[in-house]
C-alpha cells in the first residue's frame, strides 16, 4: 500500500502538470488566441485516440486551453466591454474549474476525499459528467463565487461589475461548461487509465519480489545440500530411475514432486506406483535435490 500511495502522489503531480493547466499570459487587452477552436478540439481528440489505442500514456504537448489565459484580476482589468466573446473566454479560463475537476476525481475516481470538507464533497457529488445541465448547476454556483471574490478585491474590478449584466452572467457560464465538457471526461478516462496501468506495474513489481525470494529460498536450500548424505546418494538413484521411465521432455523437479506428492510417476505409458519408503526420501532436502540431480543425469561420486 506505501507503493501505491507514493504512486499516487507521483501520478497527481503528472496530472496536475500535464491536464491541469494555468491561466498565464501577458496582460493584453483581450486574451491571445493559441489555437483555432477546430485546431484545439482535434488536439483532444487525438489525445483521446491514443488513449483508447494505447491505454495510459503521457501527452507530449498536454491539453493546452483554447486560448492563453491571463490571471484573473489582470483579466477583469482587460474586460470592459459588453462583447459576449471576451465575457465567454473569461469563463472559460477560470482555474475554479481545474481545481473543481482535480476536486472531483480525488473524489470519484481516486476515492480519496479526505482532504475534502463536507462542503466541496457535497458540492461535487452534484455534478455529472454525462450531463449538460449539471455543468450549468456546477459552473452558475463558481461564477457567482468568482464574481464576488474576484470582482471585488481591486477598484477596476470594482467598476467592471456594471458589466456584469444577466447576458453577460450567461456568456461566462457558457465559456465555464465549454470547458467542462471538452475536458472532464478525457481527463476521468486518463485517470483512471493511469491507475490501472500503475497497479499492473505494482503487480509485476511485487510478483518479481516474490520470484526473487524463492529464488533466494532455492539458492539456500541448495547450499545446504549434503551431498554425501544417505538420504542425497538415495534420491540420485531414484532420480535415475525415474529418468529412465518418463517421457523425453519432462521436467526433473515436476516428477519429483509428484512422486513425492502422489507416489506415481507418470509417462505416455501410463503411471508407475512410488514405494511409500523411496517417497519417505523425497520429502527431504536431501532426497529431493538427490532425485533432481539423478533424474538430469548428475553422475554420482
Known sequence: MVGVTKYKSVFL???ASLLLTSCNGASTNYPVNRLSFSEYQDTLKNFDNQLSTNGYTSWSNGLDRWWD??????????LETENEVPWKLFGYCLSSIDGTINQYLWLKVYKEPEHLDDVTVTFLKKLNPNSKQSFNQICTALITAEIENEFKQSSQGNKNLKFVSSEVNDAIISGCVLRFTDILNLQIKWAKLGMIDQQARIKAAEEEELLQIEAQKQAEVLNSIDTNSREYITGLTIGNNFSDYSDAGAIAEKVCATAR???VVLSS??????DPKAASFLNTNDGFQGCIDGFNGVPQD
Request: aromatic share 10%; glycine share 14%; net charge positive.
Open 269 to 274: 505409458r501410463g503411471g508407475i506406483g512410488v
Open 69 to 78: 489565459c491571463e490571471s484573473y484580476r489582470s483579466a477583469s482589468y482587460n
Open 261 to 263: 506428492d502422489r507416489r
Open 13 to 15: 503531480i503528472c496530472l
